[in-house]
């Protein structure tokens, strides 16, 4: 089981400009969230998909969007790109969006720097 | 959203146990208490959960107060893998939307 992959690893951007992250959950799990963290900080949710639709959302603007796929991979878009997006960008799964006493299981980051 | 607090960060000497509290005052009936670890560049990494009773894994164990407004997360012989930034987190059954606070930095001396 390859776990959750996330692609690519390593991101730069121009301000301005728009990107695209991608994560494959791990086998099995059918919810996605995607989080944001900055350089000596914890995580901050962003979102959360079940079902090929947003479940939850944290306090994130609208540039912020994604999509999950039939198959429960999911993307990540982030529109004009602000040099404090710069950040590691981390998918986490987990099976069963409702069920709280779950294990987690998150991807290795993608690392966005926006110069 | 509940919110948990833990301690900047926590010093420890190899193959002692380690002690590493979070508070939780305003935890709901409902909230599951979650530990996770974040070793340096690498995405957090389940270590254990509970709910009201203590809880042993291979990783560790969860010491969770009577009343749930405070737990302690227990690895026994601390070792210089255990060196990371250990997060505590509520998850709730009614909608999942895990928030992390800074976590506490766990210094491992050899």
Known sequence: DAGVTQSPTHLIKTRGQQVTLRCSPKSGHDTVSWYQQALGQGPQFIFQYYEEEERQRGNFPDRFSGHQFPNYSSELNVNALLLGDSALYLCASSPGWARANTEAFFGQGTRLTVV | DAKTTQPNSMESNEEEPVHLPCNHSTISGTDYIHWYRQLPSQGPEYVIHGLTSNVNNRMASLAIAEDRKSSTLILH??????????????????????????????????
């Open chain 2, 77 to 110: 012989r601390a070792t210089l893998r255990d060196a990371a930034v250990y997060y505590c987190i509520l998850r709730n059954t009614g909608g999942f939307k895990t928030i992390f606070g800074a976590g506490t930095r766990l210094f491992v001396k050899a």
